[in-house]
């Protein structure tokens, strides 16, 4: 199994602690029309800014990870929680992707694309009904989050059921893994899709040419 820290624990507490109902799952909020944007006109990846065209180069490679990721989860679930040399090489490379791609990704879109777009969507009414300082953007915001945390936490639960002694207990904390996984890679699919179809296209209609050309 990929492990690039070791995990130190009482193999006692560790058993109380995957046992314990676990009541905040992460999971993706995943409506029938979250594919199907109404009122967005669509923008070719040809008219879109430079900008933006490297943020979509940058999405293709993550969701191929994504896919790999996801086949090897469903591979691993299969093989009754037993790695093989592909189940952990596709492990590995999501989280090292994790570590060393995906923090850069964020911050291109929150430094510079994001802060803009949640001005211009405030100034042209596209904001929550209750909270006029809700937009779209704090919800991509809090994804990049949860995604990260989801993240940490399947890592973290890799290395406490390596160390445990007790099938059920392994099996209920490999479980956790393959459900948060499962989550990740369907949050991300949806966040990739709306950034893509939603914010960029808008990002092209709302934003001058200089304000497009100051996000480079």
């Not at 299969?78 to 492990?91: G, L, Q, S, T, V």
């Not at 994804?143 to 936490?153: D, L, N, R, S």
Request: no cysteine; net charge negative; proline share 4%.
């Amino acid at each position: 199994m990929y492990n690039k820290s070791s995990y130190n624990s009482d193999d006692d507490s560790i058993k109380r602690f995957v046992e314990k109902e676990i009541t905040s799952e992460f999971s993706p909020m995943n409506p029938p029309d979250v594919y199907n944007p109404q009122n967005i006109k669509q923008v070719p990846y040809e008219k879109m800014h430079p900008f933006l065209q490297k943020l979509i180069d940058e999405h293709k490679v993550y969701t191929d990870i994504l896919r790999h990721f996801e086949e090897a989860l469903i591979n691993w679930h299969k093989n009754k929680w037993i790695f093989n040399d592909e189940i952990n090489e596709k492990f590995k490379k999501f989280f090292i992707f994790i570590d060393d791609n995906i923090p850069l990704h964020n911050q291109k879109e929150e430094k510079k694309l994001f802060p803009l777009l949640h001005k211009k969507l405030v100034e042209v009414g596209e904001n929550n009904s209750i909270d006029s300082s809700v937009t779209s953007i704090n919800i991509m915001e809090d994804e990049h989050i949860k995604v990260a945390q989801a993240a940490a936490i399947i890592f973290n639960f890799l290395g406490l059921g390596a160390k445990l002694s007790d099938n059920r207990s392994r099996e209920i904390t490999f479980q956790k893994v393959f459900d948060q996984g499962i989550a990740i890679v369907e949050t991300m699919k949806l966040h990739i899709f709306r950034e893509e179809n939603i914010l960029f296209p808008q990002a092209m209609i709302l934003f001058t040419k200089d304000e497009l050309e100051n996000l480079i």
